[in-house]
């Protein structure tokens, strides 16, 4: 069975970035990698933790440097993602990390913004762009990039928080997320990843957080449970990626069934798919065969995805009708 339409809502455009991609924009910038091949490059991808990720996530994106290294890998993402089945798109981007190797903030901006404004037309993908915040860089950076986006007129629909989580709880960026919130931006925030269940409630009651990237460890305060079950807090989980940061052990272990079973709002969406072994077809795949869920679970979460999205009543319905009407094919 092929997946179900679907929007998908956590995603790091630079976790877009494929092994062969690298190679190409190293050559197209003379920069000389530290690997001598695809394959020394590939054997890198094995994870202890998220920061052992981001290490690699962090030094790979250095071969990005002009406003057409962005579009392409930008492009080769909504290429790849329309064969999954991914209808809308919300992208993030981690501008202090191009800035802290100097990269300008309008290259990277101006290179993501430029491949997502053909996305419709080009890909059928609807689409979102989100600067994300890297957590374990000083709040007052972020406030200070914030503002230089909010003067440069940069298309965003709203701000995320990513990076390191563990140590840099929400309580940081309170001021960054007031600020966004009076410019009108919409505001996410990755919560329960590898951090405890308290940050997911500092996301939601002190950044005002509509949705929570990941979230999974809500699982371990039942309190917490209830209350994300009641006002149908969306949250975007990463499967695939849980399992390569080893924040579970193995597909089986993943707390999806028992999230949805407690009627938590929850989607499925490929994080970084170039390091975590697949775009979102293959996170539905894999659930499907591991927890046999059936049509009507994967319609739930295509659903619950389509419902969580930054779009507009019209979008949702046609995307509605899409997974419906993938509902009825599936017999
Ligand atoms: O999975 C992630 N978690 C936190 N920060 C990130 N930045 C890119 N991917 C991730
Ligand atoms: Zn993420």
Redesign the pocket.
């Known amino acids: 069975m092929a997946g179900p339409p679907c929007a998908e809502l956590h995603l790091?455009i630079?976790?877009t970035l494929e092994p062969e991609l690298i190679f190409d924009l190293a050559e197209r910038n003379g920069i000389s990698l530290p690997y001598s091949d695809l394959d020394e490059l590939r054997a890198r991808y094995e994870f202890t933790d998220?920061q052992s990720?981001?290490d690699l996530?962090y030094r790979n994106m250095d071969v990005l440097r002009t406003e057409a290294d962005f579009a392409d890998m930008t492009r080769a993402y909504l290429r790849r993602a329309a064969a999954a089945g991914v209808r809308h798109s919300e992208i993030?981007m981690?501008p202090q990390a191009h800035l802290a190797r100097g990269v300008a903030l309008e290259t990277c901006v101006n290179g993501v913004a430029s491949a997502l404004a053909d996305s419709e037309s080009e890909f059928g993908i609807s689409t979102g762009l989100i600067a994300?915040f890297l957590r374990d860089r000083p709040a007052e950076e972020a406030l200070e990039v914030l503002e230089q986006l909010l003067d440069m007129e940069a298309p965003i629909i709203g701000i995320g928080l990513?990076?390191?989580?563990v140590g840099h709880p929400p309580s940081g960026f309170v001021d960054l997320y007031e600020r966004a919130r009076a410019a009108g931006l919409r505001r996410i925030a990755?919560a329960g990843?590898?951090g405890p269940p308290g940050y997911i409630t500092e996301a939601l009651d002190l950044l005002g957080a509509e949705r929570i990237?990941?979230g999974i460890r809500c699982m371990e305060d039942d309190a917490l449970v209830q209350r994300l079950a009641a006002e149908q807090v969306p949250l975007t989980v990463?499967p695939l990626?849980n399992v390569r940061?080893r924040a579970v052990d193995t597909l089986k272990d993943h707390p999806l069934p028992a999230m949805l079973a407690r009627g938590l709002n929850v989607c499925v969406n490929s994080?970084?798919p170039a390091?975590f072994g697949g775009y979102v077809d293959e996170n539905f795949a894999q659930l499907g065969r591991t927890f046999t869920f059936t049509a009507d679970d994967l319609a739930r979460l295509a659903v619950n995805s389509v419902r969580s999205a930054f779009i507009g009543a019209e979008r949702r319905s046609a995307l509605l009708a899409e997974v419906d009407s993938w509902r009825s094919a599936q017999g």
């Not at 990513?162 to 989580?165: F, G, K, V």
């Open positions: 790091h630079e976790g998220l990720f981001l996530y993030m981690d994300a990513d990076s390191a989580e990755h990843e590898e990237d990941h990463c990626s940061l994080d970084d390091y």
